[in-house]
């Protein structure tokens, strides 16, 4: 081994083992200076000049056994003459500053590419101002240099920079000047837009009217107005009233100061003024609790006031209005109430009184067997008695159904007179008594042809058979006394169809009710069918249906009643009336 000792016999380093060197005076090993002693003291491990950063590379250390090699990063760099630093001989050209504009000079066509020696300048807008160097060269190592930049110019900080209202916004390479608050743009300049401010501004008011006036004082004091801009003596009044004084009339006020600005910027002070009239108006010919006493008679209202009015302390015309008819006929004391109403609902109240005599009837006596249904013991003008006959006694006169009415007059007389008073007689047991039943049809008459008659006739008695229950009073099982009777009238262009049963109602005490009773049954049997028009309706061929005409009741079938009376009493009204004296039955 080459490494200056002598290898001599016996020597320590024969037995050391080392891997590299050995000191021979000690026996120690040790390595070259790119390695260093493992820890077993005889091995070297490869000592890395990048780890401890002996190396010195510029750029990238890349270890090797024994050794270590320098490398560029940048493709375009190289290594100097000391393998360890990295030199370029081109420069990359800048991109353009922030806000600003990179100019690079140099003297050959590749773009893109600087070359040692080639340069940029930088510059900024109007608004900007250059932070850093103005120029940098490409040298061999690059450029070296702190990237400039452009700061924003603050214009805003020159106090003069906007005029009049207006006030100054910095903006990145620019300023505004805008019209401060309470100004708005208009027209190219900055226009008030605040307006006077009311600062006091009189309330609402309520006065009351003196009863003797139709006007009442008012006084207030003037708003007090400020203006942000203007002077207060340079604000103008639009329709301001010319003094702060008015005589007001029953009603609502408004007073209104408008206050303008030169910008013509308005406020509004408005308030009201009611002015309330509580006095009731006054009467003029008016006779109050005056009593006027008439003889029977028709009076009018004008018969006891003329040319009645009313006046009102606020100069407003009253409406008048009464609470009686115009016209008095019944007899007895009236109050009469005129009223007088103003315009604010105050109201004045004329009483005066209207008293007509009456001459009272004679006293009226009830009929013979009879009583009179309603109170006649005042006999008072207007009041009516009616006459009404006893049970088992009834009127002997065609009119007995009629409402006698017997009534006072002013004249103190009774109409018609108490002389035409109907008795009432006895009602008597009827010896026979039995109804008939007549159907009216429109048509030509069947009894010209024997078939049509048949027909005819065959189809009430089975309308008969049907309808049982309407024809029989007493029991179901009642049968026809005879065939249906047809009666022509061949000038009207009718005919009828006449039914008897075979019941006999002498022993009914009430034949008014069994008419009655049998219209009931009729109607029932029309709502039963559903059609009211069917209900006794003819066929009859060629023609088609007859249906029949409805009676003054709107029924198809009219039940004819027939009493015969003993001698002595006749029939009126379905009753067996006994005669008057000297009456021939």
């Not at 030169?262 to 008016?286: H, M, Q, R, Y």
Request: proline share 6%.
């Amino acid at each position: 081994m080459d490494n200056g000792y002598s290898c001599r016999v016996g020597d320590k380093c024969a037995a050391a083992g080392c891997s590299q060197h050995c000191n021979p005076t000690t026996g120690s090993c040790y390595c070259d200076p790119t390695h260093k002693l493992s820890a077993d003291g005889k091995s070297c491990d490869d000592l890395d000049e990048c780890k401890e950063g002996t190396a010195g590379c510029s750029d990238v250390c890349r270890n090797t056994d024994g050794g270590f090699i320098c490398e560029c990063n940048d493709p375009r760099a190289r290594l100097s003459n000391d393998l360890r630093t990295c030199i370029l001989d081109t420069c990359q050209e800048l991109d353009d500053i922030q806000y600003g504009t990179t100019t690079c000079v140099h003297g050959h066509a590749d773009k893109g590419v600087m070359k040692i020696g080639d340069y940029c300048t930088f510059s900024c807008p109007a608004g900007f101002k250059l932070m850093g160097a103005k120029t940098v060269h490409c040298e061999k190592t690059g450029y070296d240099y702190v990237p400039p930049h452009c700061q924003d110019i603050n214009e805003c900080e020159d106090p003069n920079r906007c005029a009049g209202e207006e006030q100054c916004v910095n903006k990145q390479g620019s300023f505004s000047c805008l019209c401060k608050g309470g100004f708005e743009a208009k027209d190219g300049k900055c226009a008030d837009k605040r307006g006077p401010e009311i600062r006091t501004c009189p309330s609402d008011a309520s006065l009351v009217l003196p009863a003797d006036s139709d006007t009442v004082r008012f006084t207030w004091k003037k708003p007090v107005v400020i203006d942000a801009t203007d002077p207060v003596s340079d604000l103008s009044c639009i329709g301001c009233p010319s003094s702060e004084e008015r005589m007001l009339g029953v009603g609502q006020t408004q007073i209104r100061y408008i206050y303008s600005d030169k910008a013509g910027n308005k406020a509004l002070c408005s308030f009201k003024v009611k002015v309330i009239d509580e006095t009731p108006p006054v009467f003029v010919g008016c006779p109050n609790n005056t009593v006027f006493t008439k003889g029977p008679g028709t009076y009018q209202l004008e018969d006891f006031v003329k040319n009645i009015d009313a006046k009102d302390n606020s100069g407003q015309k009253s409406s008048i209005t009464h609470d009686k008819p115009p016209t008095f006929r019944n007899p007895g004391l009236r109050t009469v109430n005129y009223f007088a109403r103003d315009g604010s609902d105050n109201q004045a109240v004329c009483t005066f009184y209207v008293n007509i005599t009456i001459n009272e009837c004679a006293s009226l006596q009830p009929p013979k067997n009879g009583y009179f249904d309603n109170n006649c013991d005042d006999w008072h003008v207007g009041n009516t008695c009616e006459p009404k006959c006893n049970d088992g006694y009834a009127f002997f006169s065609h009119q007995a159904n009629t409402s006698y009415r017997y009534q006072c007059t002013q004249q103190g007389q009774w109409t018609p007179a108490p002389n035409t008073m109907p008795d009432c007689y006895a009602t008597t047991q009827p010896q026979e008594a039995e109804i008939s039943f007549v159907s009216k049809y429109s048509g030509a008459c069947p009894s010209d042809q024997a078939d049509t008659q048949d027909a005819v006739v065959g189809m009430i008695k089975d309308q008969f058979s049907e309808s049982k229950s309407v024809f029989c009073f007493l029991d179901d099982s009642c049968s026809l006394v005879t065939d249906p009777k047809i009666d022509c009238d061949k000038n009207a262009g009718t005919f009828t169809v006449t039914l008897k049963t075979d019941e006999s109602y002498a022993q009914i005490p009430n034949h008014q009710e069994m008419v009655i009773e049998f219209k009931k049954k009729i109607r029932a049997e029309m709502d039963r069918i559903g059609k009211s028009n069917t209900f006794m309706g003819l066929f009859v061929p060629p023609r088609t249906i007859l249906t029949p005409l409805m009676n003054v009741n709107g029924l198809p079938i009219t039940p004819i009643f027939r009493l015969m009376c003993a001698s002595g009493s006749k029939d009126i009204e379905n009753q067996c009336v006994s005669c008057p004296p000297g009456e021939t039955c």
